[in-house]
């Protein structure tokens, strides 16, 4: 699936679109950013309620190519600028961490 595809499975909305539309591998959910340090791959998309640029920055250090910001949390114009200057998408979903999670890792099931 294309990075573009997110807006349509999680239902979302594109928040920052300069990006390259490339693959999304797989997906990461959590809200602590250490962990995804830790556990996240390059490609995974990351799914989670953590609205603020220090989320950019550690998409950016594991190689996720967009963020999914989850329950239409309020995103800082920092936040913004900051997946901008990364290059990575970042989408707004009124859905859960769950529900944007399972029909990722169904989609990617296929």
Not at 6 to 11: D, I, S, T, V, W
Not at 48 to 71: F, S
């Amino acid at each position: 699936m294309l990075t573009s595809e997110l807006e349509a499975l999680a239902k979302a909305r594109t928040i920052q679109a300069e990006y390259v539309d490339g693959p999304i591998a797989g997906g990461y959910t959590s809200d602590l950013l250490s962990d995804v340090m830790a556990h996240a791959k390059t490609g995974d998309a990351l799914i989670t309620i953590q609205a603020h640029k220090n989320t950019v920055a550690v998409a950016g250090l594991v190689g996720a190519p967009a963020i999914v910001l989850c329950n239409d949390r309020p995103i800082p114009g920092d936040m913004v600028e900051a997946a901008r200057e990364e290059g990575i998408a970042l989408f707004s979903t009124p859905m859960s961490q769950f529900e944007v999670s399972g029909r990722l890792w169904k989609a990617l099931e296929a």
